[in-house]
């Protein structure tokens, strides 16, 4: 199990009592602590099976559907906030998966491995695709087929609508403010639809 | 049956209960008095909270779990999930299996005698609908003290009815597993129902329902009927494995009898089934599943009709299952979710159609014992003594399904 650099940050963002939606929740640790320290309700939305069982065993509510169908599910505003951590670099169709956390969430939060963290240019530099503690897998046999960097990420924000309300590179946990975008590992921006 | 299985309930008796109080039914007629059967399974706790109730679909019937001491090849239609070290465990859960009213496994129903005439009801029983059934179920646990349901879990037309309970009763339970159900049924399920009733209407041995006068049974149109069914209750899939295109003989006979297996394994299913089952609660149990549908009197708004409920909910649904396929279960999430209830939906990776809810499957059973366990926490039941054992050999996937009494809604 990765660990969830991101997680604090998350919670200092999430009011108490948030209606939370976690896009790709995996085992549902991350809602599971919300509901714990932030008195968070919502629902996890995961596909695949493991990791539905283990949400349920962690005390999660969890849907298995797979986000890139839509969340035709959810009504326009319905959570206080929609959470994809950590899992945009899987997704087929990025933006709309962006489009579809603007319409239903008042607020987003997205968070992803930067590629461009100087230990990725310097592999690239090398000659072979990046390998790290957040990418950790070889590029024949990945899940993430959409890597991008903060900078990346910032001009997706631009085109879907979406007002950047707060962005911060981490690396282990603490924020890179010195050319965060060579020197952070893991991106995490919190957004909304621009009023 | 020399092995005991260690993860049976064991022997189960059937218990009956009758009820003077006049049931006041939805279609607007009145029972003035009726009986259940049903069996319990494990120990009610001190402050009555573990109480779980399982609900049948089309042929099911209060023998869900165990078996007969003077019959122990006729185990429960749902015993491989209800038991020490089964997902629902009767370790730290009391079980109660019911059979519904209008039904044919000894609670009142069609069959039985009405005390007005002397006679069997025959054509003049009621038509009954889930709430109907939910309320007459909800009179049997007043009866055993269980003010409020740990759960009620039920597959087809028993998740209905499990759901039904969150409407009728939001205060008397805690959970709802609504299993390869629908909030109402489709065009096209209602037209295969439909096509089953017309089957038993027109054998000539029907009567109008009045068969038992005339020492007779609808037998042929009762086979038809299940014969129809049984297929839609499995996959295309799983019958093109099973059996094919094979042959009984090694040519074709250029006539009518039967020839391909198929044809034989569904003439014998349908043969076995109208020996046992009543062709007047096989058309009132078709009805009660046509007629649900809890969006109805919300102007269609199933998430507003749903607004009731206060109980979390377990939805899980097939991927095979093309009579009740997973959008059906999608719908319930939707509102369920759009009137902020607590829901988990799971979509299980099961090659066996409909049936699939009957059968072994790990993940589904885990999935449910997880659940399980996470309302045990929520009373205070503990931990599970037995751990959870899966009997998750395809082998017995198979032998579950050929054995296929407990085929249906």
């Not at chain 2, 008796?13 to 939805?26: C, D």
């Not at chain 2, 990776?349 to 790990?362: E, R, V």
């Given at each position: 199990m990765m660990q969830r650099y991101d997680y604090e940050?998350?919670?200092?963002w999430i009011p108490e009592r948030s209606r939370v939606l976690d896009l790709g929740c995996g085992d549902g640790v991350l809602l599971a602590g919300l509901a714990a320290t932030n008195a968070a309700t919502g629902y996890g939305i995961e596909i695949d099976d493991a990791n539905v069982l283990a949400s349920v065993k962690n005390g999660v509510a969890v849907i298995q559907m797979d986000i890139e169908s839509g969340l035709?599910?959810?009504?326009?505003?319905?959570?206080?906030?929609?959470?994809?951590s950590q899992t945009l670099q899987a997704m087929r169709n990025a933006e709309s998966v962006l489009t579809e956390m603007l319409r239903v969430g008042r607020e987003g939060i997205v968070t992803f491995p930067n590629f461009g963290y100087w230990r990725h240019r310097l592999d690239i530099l090398q000659g072979h695709m990046p390998v790290s503690k957040l990418l950790p897998y070889k590029w024949y046999d990945t899940p993430n087929i959409h890597l991008c960097t903060v900078k990346d990420f910032e001009d997706l924000c631009v085109k879907v609508g979406a007002e950047i309300l707060d962005e911060r590179v981490l690396h282990e946990g603490r924020t890179r403010t010195f050319m965060p975008n060579l020197f952070g590992s893991l991106g995490v921006f919190r957004f909304r639809r621009k009023p | 049956m020399s092995d005991i299985d260690p993860r049976s309930v064991?022997?189960?008796?059937?218990?009956?209960?009758?009820?003077?109080?006049?049931?006041?039914?939805?279609?607007?007629?009145?029972?003035a008095s009726y009986e259940l059967v049903y069996e319990t399974y494990g120990t009610l706790n001190a402050d009555r909270s573990n109480a779980v109730l399982v609900c049948h679909a089309l042929s099911g019937s209060h023998h869900v779990a165990g078996f007969y001491a003077d019959d122990p090849a006729k185990v429960g239609w749902w015993d491989n999930l209800i038991g020490p070290g089964k997902p629902i465990d009767?370790?730290?859960?009391?079980?109660?299996?019911?059979?519904?009213?209008?039904?044919?496994?000894?609670?009142?129903?069609?069959?039985?005698?009405?005390?007005?005439?002397?006679?069997?009801?025959?054509?003049?029983?009621?038509l009954v609908t889930c709430e109907d059934w939910v309320a007459s179920q909800a009179r049997l646990m007043d009866r055993l003290g269980i003010d409020r349901l740990a759960g009620a879990i039920g597959g087809s037309l028993g998740g209905m009815q499990a759901m039904q309970w969150t409407l009728s009763f939001p205060d008397r339970i805690r959970h709802a597993f609504v299993i390869a159900a629908a909030s109402r049924l489709s065009t096209q399920n209602i037209a295969f129902n439909?096509?089953?009733?017309?089957?038993?209407?027109?054998?000539?041995?029907?009567?109008?329902?009045?068969?038992?006068?005339?020492?007779?049974?609808?037998?042929r149109g009762l086979k038809l009927a299940r014969m129809l069914g049984h297929i839609t209750y499995l996959s295309e899939d799983l019958l093109m494995e099973k059996f094919g295109r094979v042959l009984k003989r090694t040519e074709y006979g250029f006539n009518y009898d039967v020839e391909f297996e198929i044809e034989s394994y569904l003439r014998y299913q349908g043969d076995k089934f109208a020996q046992v089952f009543d062709a007047n609660t096989y058309l009132l149990m078709t009805k009660a599943l046509d007629y649900f549908d809890p969006a109805k009197e919300a102007g269609g708004n199933l998430a507003r009709a749903l607004s009731a409920a206060k109980a979390g909910f377990l939805v899980a649904s097939f991927k095979s299952d093309w009579r009740f396929p997973p959008e059906r279960s999608r719908e319930i999430v939707k509102a369920l979710v759009a009137s902020n209830k607590a829901v988990t939906?799971?979509?299980?990776?099961?090659?066996?159609?409909?049936?699939?809810?009957?059968?072994?499957?790990?993940?589904?059973?885990?999935?449910?014992?997880?659940?399980?366990?996470n309302i045990a926490a929520e009373i205070g039941a503990g931990p599970r003594k037995t751990p959870l054992v899966l009997a998750a050999s395809e082998l017995a996937e198979m032998r579950g399904y050929a054995g296929s009494e407990r085929s249906g809604e």
């Open positions: 940050l998350i919670a200092s035709a599910n959810f009504e326009d505003g319905a959570f206080d906030f929609v959470i994809l | 064991g022997a189960a008796v059937a218990q009956r209960a009758g009820f003077l109080e006049p049931l006041i039914l939805k279609a607007g007629k009145t029972l009767t370790e730290r859960f009391f079980v109660i299996g019911v059979n519904n009213i209008g039904g044919c496994h000894g609670s009142t129903g069609p069959g039985s005698i009405d005390r007005a005439t002397g006679k069997p009801y025959g054509a003049s029983f009621p439909d096509v089953a009733r017309q089957a038993i209407v027109s054998d000539p041995d029907f009567h109008g329902g009045n068969f038992y006068a005339h020492n007779a049974v609808p037998a939906y799971a979509e299980i990776d099961a090659p066996h159609g409909h049936d699939a809810f009957l059968l072994d499957n790990p993940h589904y059973h885990q999935l449910i014992a997880s659940y399980v366990d």
